[in-house]
């Protein structure tokens, strides 16, 4: 099985900076896709950023503010989220498949809460 566990979440103010973590464990063949979701209170999981075929997409309402990255060595995704606004409150998850070892893993989500 692969684990993803999240972290970096908090309270910001609105123009304030945040990086989400993702740490991921257990065997991972090769990764088709990985990337971030979150979802608001009262609304749907969306997509925010997701890397695969070796390009990176961003939703339109995040493009330019956040930055998807991730360290190989140290196993880890991240989300720089620049100039944060009200409306990125949301609970952020990650997610990673893997299609060659079956895997759609998902975090138990960090929570982002950007005050005005």
């Known amino acids: 099985q692969v684990h993803l566990v999240e972290s970096g979440g908090g309270l910001v103010q609105a123009g304030g900076s945040l990086r989400l973590s993702c740490e991921a464990s257990g065997r991972i063949f090769s990764i088709y896709a990985m990337g971030w979701y979150r979802q608001a209170p009262g609304e749907q999981r969306e997509l925010v950023a997701v890397?695969?075929?070796?390009?990176?997409y961003y939703a339109r309402s995040v493009k330019g503010r956040f930055t998807l990255s991730r360290d190989n060595a140290r196993n880890t995704m991240y989300l720089q989220m620049n100039n944060l606004k009200p409306e990125d409150t949301a609970v952020y998850y990650c997610?990673?498949?893997?299609?060659?070892?079956?895997?759609?893993?998902w975090g138990r989500g960090t929570q982002v809460a950007v005050s005005s």
């Open positions: 997610n990673l498949e893997d299609r060659q070892g079956g895997n759609d893993a």
């Open positions: 890397e695969t075929g070796g390009k990176t």
